[in-house]
C-alpha cells in the first residue's frame, strides 16, 4: 500500500476509512440539492470536532452516503447520533416543507448502515458515491 493512504500520529500509522449511509425516515423523497448541500456542511462540522473528514458525499432524494476518514480516537457511533440528531434539527428548522412529508419530529431513520472499507476499492467507492443521483 503506497504512503498516500496512510495517516499518522505520534504513537500509530493508520488508513481508517468507513462508507456511511443515512436513511430519510419512512423513505421519503426530501432530500433536495439545497438540503443535500447543508447535510454535508453539517457532517463537517461535525467531523471536525469528532475527528471525522469527510472525503467524498452525495445522494437522491431518500438517502445520503458518505466516504469517511478517521483517527484512532474516533467514536463512530457518537458521530453519526451527533450527525443524525443535528441534521436532523437543522433541516426541519430551515426547510419547513420536510416537515409536511414526515409524520413525526425525525428526518433520518432510525437505523444507519456504516462500513468499513479497504485501500484497494476506495477509488471505486468514490466513484459509486460520485455518481448518486445521476441517471
Request: aromatic share 12%; glycine share 4%.
Amino acid at each position: 500500500m503506497s504512503n498516500r493512504y496512510l495517516d499518522s500520529n505520534n504513537h500509530a500509522v493508520f488508513s481508517l476509512n468507513y462508507h456511511l449511509i443515512l436513511v430519510v425516515k419512512y423513505r421519503r423523497k426530501a432530500i433536495s440539492s439545497e438540503i443535500q448541500a447543508r447535510i454535508k456542511e453539517i457532517a463537517e462540522y461535525v467531523g471536525r470536532k469528532q475527528n471525522v473528514y469527510v472525503v467524498e458525499f452525495n445522494g437522491e432524494a431518500d438517502h445520503v452516503h458518505f466516504l469517511l476518514k478517521t483517527k484512532p480516537n474516533c467514536d463512530l457511533s457518537k458521530f453519526v447520533n451527533s450527525l443524525k440528531t443535528i441534521s436532523s434539527r437543522r433541516v426541519r428548522e430551515e426547510f419547513p416543507e420536510v416537515k409536511k412529508m414526515l409524520w413525526k419530529e425525525a428526518f433520518w431513520s432510525g437505523s444507519y448502515c456504516l462500513i468499513t472499507v479497504g485501500g484497494a476499492p476506495l477509488e471505486v467507492l468514490k466513484r459509486y458515491i460520485e455518481q448518486q443521483g445521476k441517471h
